[in-house]
């Protein structure tokens, strides 16, 4: 069963440091989406993405991250500059076309700690 | 915005026994409401699903109902097994120019053999 995959499973970084969170969203899916779960936390919506540009995104989502589809099968997400309140796991996800006509698909996070 | 609330934040139950989960939300726009399974060190996997034109769906032992009016939505676990012990989320969704799922606070459900 197709599924989306996320590097690195941890990422330990400085507070200040540039890091790049990586998805293979699920290969015929067109929208894609970036959310974080601090530890104890609910899960909250970061970005949305379709069609090479930014559908929609949260207020948690400042001039600090940016999203990015390289090469047709990576997504990415980039924090230019870690706090320490970034710390939290992030979810990549996919979906066939825009909800709610297709269900989103849970990538199994990215733990990001910064020090 | 969005706003869903979700209870109980924990429940244990006895195998076998039957389990609720609760879910309210705050705009009536919002007309997808899906609940997801979420398993130590993995992320979240959609269970099951209700969309607004329906006011409940069952797969197999796993059912959810929604009404609209009262704006809330449940997940009904039946002959619960071990393997049902996670944390369960509710979400919702509005239709159309508003992809974003909006989370519940979880639920982690325990299932005691």
């Known amino acids: 069963e197709p599924e989306v995959t996320q590097t690195p499973s941890h990422q330990v970084t400085q507070m200040g440091q540039e890091v790049i969170l990586r998805c293979v969203p699920i290969?015929?899916?067109?929208?894609f989406y970036w959310y974080r779960q601090i530890l104890g936390q609910k899960v909250e919506f970061l970005v949305s993405f379709y069609n090479n540009e930014i559908s929609e995104k949260s207020e948690i989502f400042d001039d600090q991250f940016s999203v990015e589809r390289p090469d047709g099968s990576n997504f990415t997400l980039k924090i230019r500059s870690t706090k320490l309140e970034d710390s939290a796991m992030y979810f990549c996800a996919s979906s066939l076309d825009r909800p709610p006509l297709y269900e989103q698909y849970f990538g199994p996070g990215t733990r990001l700690t910064v020090t | 915005g969005e706003n869903v609330e979700q209870h109980p934040s924990t429940l244990s139950v006895q195998e076998g026994d039957s389990a609720v989960i609760k879910c309210t939300y705050s705009?009536?726009?919002?007309?997808?409401f899906p609940w997801y399974k979420q398993e130590l060190g993995k992320g979240p996997q959609l269970i099951i699903d209700i969309r607004s034109n329906v006011g409940e769906k069952k797969d197999q032992r796993i059912a959810v109902t929604l009404n609209k009016t009262a704006k809330h939505f449940s997940l009904h676990i039946t002959e619960t097994q071990p393997e049902d012990s996670a944390v369960y989320f509710c979400?919702?969704?509005?239709?159309?120019?508003?992809?974003?799922?909006?989370f519940g606070t979880g639920t982690r459900l325990t299932i005691i053999p």
């Open positions: 705009d009536s726009a919002s007309n997808y």
């Open positions: 290969s015929n899916h067109l929208y």
């Open positions: 979400a919702a969704s509005m239709h159309f120019g508003n992809e974003k799922l909006t």
